[in-house]
């Protein structure tokens, strides 16, 4: 089935001949790997156990073995990174020519050793200016490069957008399986539960330990407003009007106008979506727009 994409993730140190003739075995046919950067020092920041050298023949070895579709993830943002070292990370992920990237800002959650180095003073984050500058960079070579910008951090060559991920976007129903998996039926959520051995002697009982929520209506319009705005094709109005009523189709246009007018938002063929600016400020944008 040609269709079928089928993806492992994996830290570049772990992609040696072993692990690709497995990968090639049970018909994994898409990589994804953490690199997060090309810099040494930032790696040791991060605890990485892999180096930028690592990555680099990790993705070789891969193209080597037959597996051409390959995703990579990208970081920025760390504590004293400048846009030149940014701008470094940048020609290094793109040199690669992977066919997918995903890239996300450095994130300080409450609780990890690296919000306790930032609450203790001993890193600083970047100002909210570079992180914008940084990320409009980061649109502008991947574009400028033939990558399609399809959602807020995601960027595939053509034929490439991962069709797991789009599936969340898109409000597809998918199956999770094993201990800690989500699943989503078009109606409601399922969590198994997180205790492996919990899961395991559950299953044996011929029992699927999980919660459900049933979701309602406006359920389903806060989740489509948080997922289809991220993506570059955006929300279809007419599907607005047609699956949620006039109730809340003007709830969403109203709350919509002074985003459209500050340039936030945009209205094309029939979909709203979010500019550039739009996407540095998505988390507004997106809790004016959802129900309460």
């Known amino acids: 089935m040609p269709n079928i994409e089928v993806t492992m993730e994996c830290n570049p140190d772990d992609v040696d001949e072993q692990l690709v003739g497995a990968m090639l075995e049970v018909g994994v046919n898409r990589v994804s790997m953490g690199v997060q950067t090309f810099a040494d020092e930032r790696l040791h920041f991060l605890h990485r156990r892999h180096s930028a050298q690592q990555a680099v023949e990790a993705v070789e070895r891969l193209r ?37 990237l995903s890239s996300y800002s450095l994130m300080y959650e409450e609780g990890t050793p690296l919000f306790h180095l930032l609450e203790t003073g001993k890193v600083a984050e970047l100002d909210d200016d570079t992180y914008v500058v940084m990320y409009k960079m980061l649109v502008e070579q991947l574009t400028s490069a033939g990558y399609e910008h399809y959602e807020i951090s995601n960027f595939a060559l053509p034929g490439y957008r991962s069709l797991h991920n ?10 999770g399986l094993g201990a800690a998996a989500h699943s989503f039926n078009g109606t409601c959520r399922q969590a198994n539960v997180a205790d492996v051995e919990k899961y395991i002697e559950a299953i044996k009982n011929g029992i699927l330990p999980c919660e459900t929520e049933q979701l309602t209506s406006f359920d389903h319009y806060n989740d489509m407003v948080t997922t289809a705005l991220r993506t570059c094709e955006g929300i279809s109005l007419k599907e607005v009007e047609q699956r949620y009523g006039l109730k809340m189709f003007n709830y969403m246009m109203s709350n919509a106008r002074k985003h459209i007018d500050r340039g936030l938002l945009v209205i094309e063929r029939g979909r709203l979506r979010l500019t550039l600016l739009g996407i540095t ?5 997106m809790s004016d727009l959802v129900w309460v």
């Open 64 to 100: 080597q073995s037959g597996i051409h579709n390959i995703s990579i993830d990208l970081m920025f943002g760390f504590p004293n990174e400048t846009i030149a070292d940014w701008q470094s990370d940048l020609h290094s992920a793109l040199s690669l020519g992977v066919k997918h």
């Open 166 to 175: 789009s599936s969340y976007w898109n409000g597809t129903p998918y199956q």
């Open 281 to 285: 400020l998505s988390d507004t944008v």
